[in-house]
């Protein structure tokens, strides 16, 4: 019996014209652009693609991996296919800022906090210097001199290289959860990898779509009670990728290691009530794989879920057409890998049954749809975000499902670039370079004058 394909109902669903209804646009939008004062919208966008264009993401050379308190993570699964066409996420070194940009050190650093890495560097950079895991692990020890107990932390990595640490991860599901965790990230990389001191550095964080407003109070104040930093600001995630892709208006579709979301943005303005949000993304992806693998017969532990990570970043796929590649010669595509410890596994459909759920989600209920005034400039500027969005054929599947989906007239332009898993953290490099936002900084005299809530009157 031939399998059932998998049916998309999720990411499409947002892009329907059939039977919507007229709205007006919202004057009052949820998020301050901080370009609607002081630079025109043509300027911004001069400004923003002559960034991108001026930066090529394709000259970067390889950077170093993310760091702990003891030593360097090694390289999982570097004895199955070093060479491989499909690596894992890029990573880049530091580039040179335009002359016109803060020099790194008196610069802004730009912070992009994920459900699984946390993105780091300074603010005109085309990358960001360090990609560390969004992992803590801290175990306590007895110092041999004094014999006084003292927490030993491990960062990323690190701390899952540690069988016997309980690990801690301070965001779920793209929401911030453990502050003292993120304190702890945030302090290491800051301090010990980019050599900083948080008091000498304006801080530019990103905010996840759905974030509860009281995470926003909460930031605010462990910036300038903690962190001491003499000033911040917080701007939106799809707003940012938007910049990022040298556009005010775009709609973005984002999906990561924790979360996926399409959120509508209209010069620099989100437009929440259309935005939408499902609890699907590389790490149910990873489980996915695992279970998979564990009915083939192959025996996992906790630990091997690295591997199956690795696995699904370098040899999954997206099939361009679900009952075709399923018809295929099962050794045309399948792979034997050799595992780090010795063991090796055949995998083969499971390679593209993998990335195959997130075409076939189920419905989210209570969609709103885009104001009509402004469908045609979201629709022009479809942008794909998010590690998760890297798998080799994401791209075209999700450009033929979509049009698919539409009215035969409907025009809409897809566009993913090859740094998109960066697109957040390139957004605020681009933002915090631009003149005209110098004067959106949330300054530490401001904060000590109104308290947190100076954030939603500075930055929302």
């Not at 308190?69 to 499909?86: C, I, R």
């Not at 699984?116 to 560097?121: L, N, Q, S």
């Not at 800051?190 to 550095?201: G, K, S």
């Not at 040899?315 to 590649?325: G, H, M, Q, R």
Request: net charge neutral; charged share 20%.
């Amino acid at each position: 019996m031939r399998q059932k394909p998998f049916q998309p109902k999720c990411l499409f669903l947002f892009f329907r014209q059939k039977h919507l209804k007229t709205q007006r646009l919202c004057t009052k939008a949820s998020v301050r652009s901080p370009l609607s004062g002081g630079i025109r919208r043509s300027e911004a966008e001069s400004f923003l693609l002559g960034f991108i264009l001026t930066f090529s993401p394709h000259n970067a050379a390889p950077q170093r991996k993310v760091v702990s308190l003891a030593k360097p993570p090694t390289q999982p699964l570097a004895a199955m296919d070093a060479n491989h066409s499909n690596p894992l996420e890029p990573q880049s070194s530091p580039e040179a800022p335009r002359p016109d940009k803060l020099p790194p050190k008196t610069g802004a650093v730009v912070i992009d906090m994920g459900t699984g890495t946390c993105k780091m560097g300074f603010a005109g950079q085309t990358r960001p210097i360090y990609t560390v895991a969004t992992i803590v692990g801290c175990q306590p020890q007895k110092l041999a001199t004094t014999g006084q107990q003292v927490l030993e932390t491990f960062i990323g990595e690190a701390a899952r290289m540690r069988p016997e640490l309980t690990l801690v991860q301070p965001v779920q599901n793209g929401i911030l959860v453990d502050w003292n965790a993120a304190e702890l990230i945030w302090r290491h990389v800051l301090e010990h990898d980019l050599h900083v001191a948080t008091q000498d550095h304006p801080l530019l964080f990103s905010d996840p779509p759905f974030s509860p407003s009281t995470n926003r109070e909460k930031l605010v104040e462990v910036v300038f009670e903690s962190l001491r930093s003499p000033a911040m600001y917080v701007a939106s995630q799809s707003v940012l990728s938007v910049y990022a892709h040298g556009q005010v208006s775009g709609l973005v579709v984002d999906t990561g290691h924790g979360v996926t979301y399409t959120v509508p943005v209209f010069q620099g303005y989100n437009l929440p009530h259309a935005a939408q949000r499902l609890d699907l993304a590389g790490t149910h992806l990873t489980a996915f794989l695992a279970e998979m693998l564990l009915g083939s017969g192959l025996p996992l532990g906790q630990q091997d879920l690295d591997t199956v990570e690795n696995i699904k970043h370098r040899y999954c796929y997206v099939a361009a057409d679900l009952l075709k590649e399923q018809a295929r010669p099962e050794q045309e595509y399948q792979q034997t890998l050799k595992l780090p410890d010795g063991r090796t596994v055949t995998l083969g459909k499971e390679l593209f049954q993998c990335p195959e759920l997130l075409f076939s989600p189920p419905a989210i209920p209570g969609l709103s749809p885009v104001p009509l005034e402004v469908q045609a400039d979201v629709a022009q500027n479809v942008l794909l975000c998010g590690c998760s969005s890297l798998f080799q054929g994401f791209e075209g599947r999700f450009r033929a499902e979509l049009l698919h989906s539409l009215p035969r007239e409907a025009h809409v332009v897809v566009k993913a670039q090859p740094s998109r898993n960066f697109s957040v953290w390139i957004g605020g490099s681009i933002l915090a370079s631009l003149r005209a936002f110098q004067s959106c900084w949330v300054l530490r005299e401001e904060y000590e004058e109104q308290g947190p809530h100076i954030v939603y009157r500075k930055c929302y």
